[in-house]
């Protein structure tokens, strides 16, 4: 079955702009971020200039587990305003079911959207949602 919905480490509590992924199974699934001015958050930059962190990366390395999540968040009043991309990469087949069903949650100022579906290991990167914020400086 697939996951059920994204659950933070308590990142999204205290987020501006929260984006979070789970999954079922021990393959490595990554989410990757693009704030509005075009700086990429992944497993390769977890921190930007901006303020966004993404706090773990699942399933990289061993000890896997079969409930993982990833998080992008920006702090509350810390949020910058434009267009932020929500992308999900299938990474590497560490012996988990072809293909992945995820669930990526998307929050901002409290609202939430979960986005479901599924990736193989030969799909390229895939867009989940892309939006847009206005300002939470205040």
Not at 114 to 125: C, L, Q, V
């Amino acid at each position: 079955p697939p996951p059920t919905s994204a659950t933070s480490t308590g990142s999204s509590a205290a987020a501006g702009v929260y984006t979070g992924q789970v999954w079922n199974n021990v393959n490595d699934i990554d989410l990757h971020v693009f704030a509005p001015r075009g700086e990429q958050l992944f497993y390769g930059h977890n921190r930007s200039r901006s303020g966004g962190v993404l706090d773990v990366d699942r399933n990289a390395y061993r000890p896997l587990t079969a409930r993982p999540v990833e998080n992008v968040y920006w702090p509350k009043c810390g949020s910058p305003a434009g267009v932020y991309r929500v992308f999900i990469n299938h990474y590497r087949n560490n012996s988990g079911q072809d293909p992945t069903k995820y669930v990526v949650r998307v929050l901002v100022r409290g609202k939430s959207r979960d986005f479901t579906g599924s990736i193989r290991s030969s799909d390229r990167p895939r867009l989940v949602h892309e939006f847009r914020v206005i300002s939470l400086r205040n």
